[in-house]
């Protein structure tokens, strides 16, 4: 590993501690390094707050006071994992921050595709008379980035699909009733994921059976949107993801539109027709980055067949069963494989 790959492998250790927080804003880390010592380190704030560049200048700068910070920063380098931004957002540009300075050199992992960016902050630090250098650990760059890269460049969030299925493939039993599969770590490890993504979706069997609340109680973090696939609203109000008030519960249905406090029904013309679609473009237009889905196993595989997901997290239990559903079936070798505690995660990418 290179001097420059180390500092933004840095950069990108320092840009996950915004999952989850930061969206619809990519997550971001910049590190200040004078003399080959980190002086400064920031990553995006929650939205609306400062990018990770401001808030690894102010550390400097509160470090060694205006004066000394100042002039440090005239013979530093800032690492940031993605190009700084060029335009006026909750926050003003970024790369006129780091040029007012000027800092001596930027080292940048990845040029950000937003239309109002796209080499556009590059551009802004060389009119400055700054060293700027573009490319280093490009591609892990790009994929800490690739909930936002998707919204903006597909017009729709990152999916995720999520399920558990047994040693010997079932995903549930056959009868209308919920069976768990996995053990107490990978759940634990599920509220996780959940606190990270913008949003979950399960579809009308799931949560007619299972009851869900969707929520993150075995993890700290923000509780995502939720969201129901209910054509004919058969899921009573009684129903736990309605009791939750603390995030919104939207609802895909055949029936009406209709907005109170966290609860938005939404309807959808032609209900049958690419629904994974027309529920995707919806989330889009909520500002949604990226969705969870949860299930059940037709829900999942929808979205399978129409090619609408990115990642896939499978785990495998202990239990072997006799019969039962099948689980969806992926089109691609699984990427990575992990130990959870007794349980198996299989991780495929959809490239
Ligand atoms: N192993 C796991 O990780 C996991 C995760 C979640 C759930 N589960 C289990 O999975 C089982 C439920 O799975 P499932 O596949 O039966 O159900 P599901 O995917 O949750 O829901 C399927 C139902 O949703 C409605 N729906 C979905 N897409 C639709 C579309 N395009 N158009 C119209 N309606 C649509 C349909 O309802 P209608 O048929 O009424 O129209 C369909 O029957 C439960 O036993 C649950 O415990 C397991
Ligand atoms: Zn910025």
Redesign the pocket.
Known sequence: MTVDERYMKRCLDLAVLGAGSVSPNPMVGAVVVYEDKIIGEGFTSPYGGPHAEVNAIQEVLTNYGEEEGKALLRQSTVYVSLEPCAHYGKTPPCADMLASFPVKKVVIGCLDSFDKVNGKGVQILRDAGIDVEVGVLEEECRFANRRFFTRITQQRPYVILK???TKNGY???KA????W?SRPASKQLVHKWRSEEDAIL??????L??NPSLNTRLWKGKSPKRVL?D??L?VPETSKLFSITNSDLIIFNAVKTDWKAHLKYIELEN??FY?PQNILYQLFLMDVQSLII???????Q?FIDANLWDEARVITGDVVWDDG?PSPKLPVASKETLKVGSNVLNIYINK
């Not at 949860?294 to 999942?300: R, Y």
């Open positions: 399920w558990a299925e995903f549930a039993p209308d009733r919920q069976e599969i399960v579809g009308t069997r799931t949560a059976i299972d696939i054509k004919n058969e209900f049958d629904l949860e299930g059940g196993a037709k829900t999942l929808q559903i």
